[in-house]
């Protein structure tokens, strides 16, 4: 594991500053301790206390600080009150605890001039993920990426998973050889969570139904959906289907097979910022190029995309 680790870690510049953002579990630990051992030395470990588990959090705190400390690098933390802005918002754990840590890394990108946040998900995290959007209705197999940007109040942050391709199994081997001391959440193994079922119970379930492991096998088809996805993103010129004001062109775009059609949505929608992009939203939005069918179907974060004189724009 430790070879295929430096292969993938030599993909990042590691002259540049970057964060690492450690939960003090197993596997945000590991990734410290092995970008330590690589050679990575400009790191600044970032901890965010959610403050849900009240002296477990805390703890969690001052371990991961103690282990920057250890380790000669700077730390930086935030607290914030997941539950409060849980109630507040009426948004779920997952979609609210997500939210926050991209906002304190954001703030501490900018606080250090960091080229971004290095993340300990690893293939089985993968997997999940896959599945999870998938139920959720996303518009194909959608995953994490090696390396995205998210958009945090106009500030782009670097996410980069380096683990991305590592096993759970290799990950648990490699703490217990070398007895890598973590923090174990104990809220992890509690069914409170769609992720946490999906973990804990799906895909054990899965292995047992099909007497193999899954988890490869959903990673290789989302990777031959992102493929397909690159290959017609690539071939396809979205700026030849617009007009001067960047409106679609619905002769030229009718002309187009359904499933370049629904690629042209997906890629107008994404490139103006619309979030939560998922199969059914895109074929509402196919809906409205048929004159019989009304001319306008909202989008998430309250806009519209409106057909009019033979155009599709977002307003």
Same mark, same amino acid.
């Given at each position: 594991?430790?070879? !295929? ?46 403050? /849900? ?32 802005? $849980? ?5 779920? /754990? ?36 896959? /599945?999870?959007? =998938? $139920?959720?209705?996303?518009?194909? =197999? ?7 940007? #998210? ?10 998973? %380096? ?50 492991? #899954?988890? %490869? ?5 989302? +990777? ?10 690539? +071939? ?7 007009? %001067? ?10 002309? =187009? ?12 929608? !994404? ?34 995309? !409106? ?9």
């Amino acid at each position: 594991m430790i070879k !295929r680790i430096q292969n993938l870690l030599e993909r990042i510049d590691s002259s540049q500053r970057w964060l690492v953002g450690v939960s003090g579990g197993r596997d945000s630990v590991l990734l410290l301790e092995l970008l330590v051992r690589v050679g990575f030395t400009d790191l600044v470990v970032v901890h965010v206390n959610h403050l /849900l588990r009240g002296e477990a959090s805390d703890s969690d705190e001052v371990f991961v600080k103690d282990l920057a400390a250890r380790c000669g690098i700077e730390f930086y933390v935030e607290s914030v009150d997941v539950q409060a802005l $849980m109630n507040s918002e009426k948004k779920g /754990l997952e979609l609210v605890a997500r939210e926050v840590r991209h906002a304190v890394y954001s703030r501490a990108q900018q606080k250090y001039n960091a080229e971004g946040v290095l993340l300990g998900h690893h293939a089985d995290d993968q997997a999940e993920t896959i /599945l999870f959007n =998938l $139920m959720r209705g996303s518009n194909g =197999l959608k995953g994490m990426s090696f390396e995205n940007s #998210v958009a945090i109040d106009g500030v782009d942050l670097k996410l980069v998973r %380096p683990m991305l391709e590592i096993r759970r199994s290799e990950i648990d081997a490699y703490v217990e050889k070398y007895v890598v001391e973590y923090r174990e959440d104990a809220s992890n193994a509690e069914a409170f969570t769609a992720r946490n079922r999906l973990r804990n119970e799906v895909m054990p379930l899965l292995k047992e139904v099909m007497q193999r492991e #899954v988890v %490869p096998a959903i990673n290789g088809a989302a +990777e031959v959906s992102r493929e397909q996805s690159d290959f017609i993103e690539r +071939e396809l010129d979205l700026d030849k289907l617009l007009d %001067p004001q960047g409106r679609v062109f619905l002769p030229a775009f009718i002309e =187009l097979d359904t499933v370049i059609q629904r690629s042209v949505i997906f890629a107008y929608l !994404r490139r103006h910022g619309v979030a939560d992009l998922s199969r059914d939203l895109v074929s509402t939005c196919l809906r409205i190029c048929d004159t019989a069918s009304a001319a306008k179907c909202n989008l998430p974060g309250g806009r519209w995309l !409106r057909r009019k004189e033979q155009r599709l724009f977002i307003e």
